[in-house]
């Protein structure tokens, strides 16, 4: 999980946003508008069951929407915009999730009277059996629960009826924002109807069957063509839907979600390319939300691999890269420059921390310095992904000025997932964001030695002994100065040419408002209103 | 009976035709570069957790053992799970492929008749204003490519005069048609469900038109082709020498004789047809076989391209057998 792929990045940044929320409110659930709401998204989902899916963004912005998530985020306030907070973790279907003093024992307390559309009461008994069926799988929640030290089922222990402890190796100042994107739970009751000595966790059963008791419930799937959301009237946490009913239609060609879009046949697109966005800026009935985002985009380059494995040609790159020619022609201006490999709005965050301008003189001065005067490589990017392949050409020209010459590699998403395996592609280009908003998590998935997003191949002992530490280190100040140190040795190593941080667009309705900017890059749809 | 007994024997002779397909097939898909498995696991999959994907696949397995597994579920109409969504690919097949023979035999039918009579009333006034106009029609049509003219399409027919549903899905969800074979035309007959009929037929006006026109083309110029060439026949020259009426020399010399040439071309567009079905479907949203088939090549869904290829396999040779039998039935010379 974490990052999420360039051409999907714009689909999943369906934030939420909030003119209509009721932050902070309590209690009941609000009765929701009668209003529908209708929303295209580019493919249908691959399966209802999240233990056991392939990385499908679509099937994670709707889980997120439709699953009991027993904790989330909160909501803040962002020059003029509402975003998710991730340094609020708040308890929704839960009454609280609390640790203990030294922070390595947290406890759940579930609310009474929480029901999924079955009927059955939600119950520390179904908590216990959807972290076990996770366990099991051996899939996204079991790798993220590694990192706060929750490895083996036994570490989930009922208490009672309404309790649960989650008992981890160490305390771990990220678990918070872990178990907001992990603790999502089945109606245990129901499932064990559909288990089978073969099939003990329901796959068969969960892949075909939505979810229930979320914030909205499935109440039509037309296969490949549209699902219709009902707000739960059960919910009993804070921030309840705001919209009744939502319909979810399924328009792979962005030009087509363009026109219905227009034509108010749509209230919201989640699937327009850029190039549309921009035009629909003009369009009457139509508005642009435009948020900051935390989406990352930059070419990693393998430290392992000649010629990058010199340090002072990665510098060379870094120089040669035209940063605010990609802001200007590629993102319409519409994208944040960057001075980090840690993002922009990330805890942590230092301006030092990339320390190169485009500077064609002192990228040939870094490729001397390399004991070259040209070299050659291939520059790797997603075949279905215009941006990138704009960003691409842009990148070739200029740094040909500099005595790189860049072949350009389109590669479809096996073969990139392959080569990305094999940590055999010199320079690629990777957009995305991370789905904890936290530099630790960050060190654990790009930039320790074996970390699945590490695709420069890059290693330095500080660091991996930095993230040692801060598996331990809950005090935030000390956590700050480790990461300020991460960025200096970062900026020394030159592992990525940060690009910039693009700005999330979405093309509305005019009626439609109540966006969240969602700092995981998963919509919360509860946010929505349309006066429509 | 003699025809009888010629489609038992093609029909057996399928046999080693697909088991060769289902050995290339099953081989090649494991030789294309990229991993199945970590396409669906997400970037921070350790190798615990892809070894264990694996093994819930079955790919764990040596290739021996695994091509016997697959062969043994063929055997039994199971063609295994998709990995990409966990789900039988055997019950996908059944959704997808519904929806997807609608609009291709809707298409091709609408091409062969447009075809034939543009083809005939062309050749029969062979270098006139009137066939120039229709060659160029079947040339510029020819030129289109499909994506192209379906956006062209919407464009027109949805957006600017809205005679036609947004390009969605195939049927108004609101009219609860309940699946059963996959196309909705078909369904909605099966279960009386009016609206549907009437939603699932202006779903399906643009997409049939978009494949038609790109198929109509050489089927056109074949027919027109063919036609031509009866008209200079020594039969047909000796039929009007004879006094015969121009209705009986149209349809007992012209039109029958052309048309023996078509089962054939039908079978080859037919083919060609699906492979277009892929533009075609993604532009109208249309969810069926072709968008099914690349998204598992794209992500190399082993069973789910096994299967497309088998079933494609399967729909060419039917196709043809078809083919062959109605040519045998037009064409008196020919003797099955």
Known sequence: ?532 | MRILRFVGRRLLQLIPVLLGVVVLTFLLVRVLPGDPIRTILGPNATEEDAAAARERFGLDQPMWKQFLDYLGGLVTGDFGTSIQSGGSVTAEVALRIGPTLELVVLSVSLALVVAVVLGIWSARRANRAGDHGIRIVALVGNSMPEFWLGLVLILVGYSVLGWFPAPSGRVDPDTNLTPITGADLVDAVLTANWPAFTSAAAHLVLPVATLAVVIVAPLLRSVRASALEVLHSEAYVAAGAHGLRPRTLLRGYLTRATMVRVPSLAALVFGSAIGSTVLVEYVYSWQGFGQWALRGLLYRDYPVVQASVVIIALAYVLVFLIADVVHAILDPRVKI
């Open chain 1, 1 to 532: 999980m974490l990052q999420l792929g360039g051409s999907v990045a714009l689909l999943l940044a369906t934030g939420a946003c909030a003119a209509g929320s009721q932050s902070g409110s309590s209690g009941r659930s609000a009765d929701p508008a009668a209003s529908t709401l209708r929303i295209a998204v580019s493919s249908y989902l691959s399966s209802w069951d999240q233990d056991f899916v392939g990385f499908d963004p679509t099937a994670l912005m709707l889980y997120k929407n439709i699953f009991p998530y027993l904790v989330d985020y909160g909501v803040t306030e962002v020059s003029g915009s509402k975003i998710l907070d991730t340094t609020n973790v708040m308890p929704t279907f839960a009454e609280s999730f609390e640790p203990s003093a030294d922070q390595k024992t947290w406890t759940l307390k579930l609310r009474k009277g929480v029901k999924f559309a079955s009927g059955n009461e939600m119950t520390a008994a179904d908590v216990k059996w959807s972290k076990d069926r996770a366990f099991a799988a051996k899939a996204n929640v079991a790798g993220v629960y590694r990192t706060i030290g929750l490895t083996e089922p036994d570490q989930v222990r009922v208490v009672d009826d309404y309790t649960v402890e989650f008992a981890q190796a160490f305390p771990s100042a990220l678990t918070p924002q872990i178990q907001a994107i992990s603790l999502y739970v089945f109606d245990s009751v129901e499932a064990k109807k559909h288990a089978t000595a073969a099939d003990p966790w329901a796959q068969e059963w969960f892949a075909k069957n939505a979810p229930t008791g979320g914030y909205f419930n499935v109440t039509k799937a037309t296969q490949g063509q549209e699902i219709v959301l009902e707000a739960n009237k059960g919910y009993p946490g804070p921030e309840p839907a705001q919209t009744g009913t939502i319909r979810i239609s399924v328009v792979p060609a962005a030009a087509n979600q363009r026109l219905q879009l227009q034509n108010g046949d749509i209230d919201i697109a989640l699937g327009v390319s850029r190039r549309d966005i921009a035009d629909l800026k003009n369009v009457d009935g139509i508005k642009v939300i435009s948020a900051a985002s935390n989406d990352q985009v930059a070419i990693q380059m393998s430290v392992t691999t000649a010629p990058f494995n010199d340090v002072n040609v990665r510098k060379a790159l870094a120089h040669a890269v035209p940063y605010e020619q990609i802001i200007a022609n590629v993102y319409g201006g519409d994208a944040r420059p960057t001075s980090s490999l840690v993002p922009l709005d990330m805890p942590g965050y230092d301006a030092n921390g990339y320390p190169y301008k485009y500077d064609i003189e002192a990228a040939r001065a870094a490729l001397a310095a390399a004991g070259q005067t040209s070299i050659n490589s291939e520059l790797v990017f997603a075949t279905d992904n215009d941006t990138q392949q704009q960003l691409a050409v842009l990148v070739q020209s200029e740094a040909r000025k500099a005595g790189i010459e860049l072949k350009l590699t389109p590669l479809d998403p096996a073969t990139l997932a392959e080569r990305r395996q094999q940590k055999n592609i010199p320079l690629q280009i990777t957009s995305g964001q991370l789905w904890v908003n936290d530099v630790e998590y960050m060190l654990a998935t790009s930039f320790v030695s074996g970390a699945n997003l590490n695709y420069s191949n890059y290693t330095n002992p500080e660091i991996e002994q930095i993230y040692e530490q801060s598996h331990t280190t809950v005090d935030e100040a000390a956590r700050r100065q480790l990461w300020t140190r991460v960025q200096q040795i970062l900026a020394a190593d030159v592992p990525w040419v940060i690009i910039c941080q693009p700005n999330f667009n979405l093309p509305v309705r005019e009626e439609v408002a109540g966006w969240v900017q969602p700092m995981d890059g998963l919509a919360r749809l509860r946010y929505l209103t349309t006066s429509g």
